[in-house]
């Protein structure tokens, strides 16, 4: 049975007060109101790690997670923060690659690779995403550019590496959108994420891996986009700003 894992990317939002009030709320409702066994991560910007780690420590499904770390692993990189640094923060995964830092950072395959590699070696998960653009799937270039990005990222990795990766699907257009992949052509994508990680490596190891969908992820949609054979969990933005929206998502992951 492969893991399910519902991730609540706060993005550059909420100051320390407001998001330890909203985790406090959250996990409270969580623990009384959900007895499912999804995976919860709360992934708030790097300076609440430490505070918001602790106050998860209690509940044995939820975790923190950083949205990025260097692809260095220490020295003179002025405004950087590394694998170990977040690692020593409490927190256990790491989104790489979203595509907010694709396109306004440059970050491209090679250097996330490498960004891969440093999480791995600080014993962190990372949730790779990947995701084509609006003018990419209309000129059907969507299952190129995913792949790309999938091999690119991924596939340096060996049998027990690739492993501990939670790949996040996020077509572009549907971020902070409000315009949600339909379930099939999310379904048709992670069917076919999963069918290039089988042809690399045995469709055994394809089947444990968790492939989260996100994009506009919300109450309403939540279930049916969970109820699709390859979608285990999803990556939400704005949604994951309330307690109330983002357990009730967490409440629609029934397993
Ligand atoms: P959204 O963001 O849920 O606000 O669309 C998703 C994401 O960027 O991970």
Known sequence: MRKKIIAGNWKMNKNLEDGLALVSEASNMIKD??????????????????????????????FTGAQNCSNHESGAYTGEISASMIGSCGANYVIIGHSERRQYFNEHNQWLAQKIDTCLK????????????????ETEKHFHVIASQIKEGLFHLNASEIL????????????GTGKTASTDQAQEIHAFIRG????????????????????????????????APDIDGALIGGAALQSRSFTDIVKAMTL
Not at 36 to 62: D, E
Not at 209 to 222: F, L
């Open 196 to 227: 290039l990680i089988a042809s690399n490596y045995s469709p055994e190891i394809a089947d444990q891996i968790t492939i989260q969908y996100g994009g506009s992820v919300k109450p309403e949609n939540a279930a049916e986009l969970f109820a």
């Open 164 to 175: 501990n990766i939670t790949v996040a699907y996020e077509p572009v257009w549907a971020i």
């Open 122 to 137: 600080n014993k962190l998960l990372p949730i790779y995403c990947c995701g084509e653009t609006l003018e990419e799937r």
């Open 33 to 62: 109101e959900y007895n499912g066994n999804a995976i919860v991560v709360f992934i708030p910007p790097y300076i609440h790690l430490n505070a918001v780690s602790k106050m998860l420590a209690a509940y044995p499904n939820q």
